[in-house]
């Protein structure tokens, strides 16, 4: 197997593949997983902080910007571009420097974690600390969107996601507008991960709050993709796979749409079916 390239989201491998009784050798691609290290430095703040590592976490290399500033916003670190002064890009490490601000929480500097390409809460060591106060609580006015628009979305999904086409071992969070036209895509072997890129761009851009835009992940919907969306503002979010209890649990108390198993002729409602106008 080829050594990955640090800037590369897809390896090619030779592999041997069966079908149809017939063994042969053939060159498949892979997702590429490596680890990154989040880190953050922030000059001026009282105690001072130096530049560390918040986080290491297996990704697909690539948007690993957008990756770490969206790491930061969905951990309550920071809540708008401009606190961002700099950004330190090495191939495995992305060091965000911050302006100061005596009101910030760095209690995620005290739980410091190693996480997983499928696990964006490990490392946590309390209940209290997977939960986040969503920069927008304020119950922003929602147009209904046609539920023939819902059920076109994974179809659209799946013709942009090329390197999923590629390797089949790809996770995506996508954005959509009410007509179902895709605005911003994030892939990633993790789904927290590709969630995080996704805002971490919207947050780069000025898109922020979400708050007009549908949310459509390429997996099943648990407890922290639904905090991340809270964070975005974001007031509905719909899956190819199915929600968790506590995702359902957050879902309701945001009052943030939630639909799953969603196909082209139909889908499952779990909380928000205001939102959606049927034919």
């Known amino acids: 197997m080829k050594q990955a390239d640090p800037h590369k989201s897809i390896l090619k491998a030779g592999i041997f593949r069966f079908r149809d009784q017939k063994l042969e050798a053939v060159e498949d691609a892979l997702a590429v997983e490596d680890p990154l290290e989040i880190g953050i430095m922030i000059p001026g703040q009282i105690p001072p902080v130096p530049a560390q590592t918040i ?43 911050l302006k100061p601000d005596q009101e910030r929480d760095l209690s995620v500097l005290e739980r410091r974690s ?50 999923f086409e590629r390797t089949g071992g790809l996770h995506a969070a996508a954005l959509f507008d009410a007509e179902g036209n895709l605005q911003l895509l994030r892939e990633d072997v993790g789904r927290h991960n590709a969630l995080d890129k996704l805002l971490g761009a919207a947050l780069m851009a000025g898109m922020l709050p979400l708050s007009h835009q549908v949310l459509l992940l390429s997996g ?24 968790s209890s506590k995702a359902l649990q957050l879902a309701r108390e945001y009052d943030i749409t939630l639909a799953g198993f969603l196909k082209s002729n139909g889908f499952n409602i779990y909380h928000g079916e205001n939102r959606i106008k049927f034919d």
Do not use: W
Not at 69 to 86: K, N, S
Not at 220 to 242: D, H, P
């Open 55 to 97: 986080s290491l976490t297996m990704r697909t290399p690539g948007n690993d910007r957008e990756l770490a500033a969206g790491y930061l916003f969905t951990e309550g670190i920071i809540r708008q571009r401009d606190e961002i002064i700099q950004v330190l890009d090495l191939p495995a490490l992305v060091t965000l420097v």
């Open 114 to 163: 190693v996480t997983s390409s499928s696990c964006g809460v490990c490392g946590k060591l309390s209940a209290s600390a997977i939960r986040r106060e969503p920069a927008y609580r304020e119950n922003a006015s929602f147009e209904p969107i046609e539920s023939s628009v819902l059920q076109e979305l994974p179809e659209n999904l799946r013709a942009a996601q090329h390197n």
């Open 220 to 243: 099943r919907t648990s407890f922290e993709l639904v905090q991340k969306a809270a964070m975005g503002g974001i007031r509905m979010v719909v899956s190819v796979g199915a929600p």
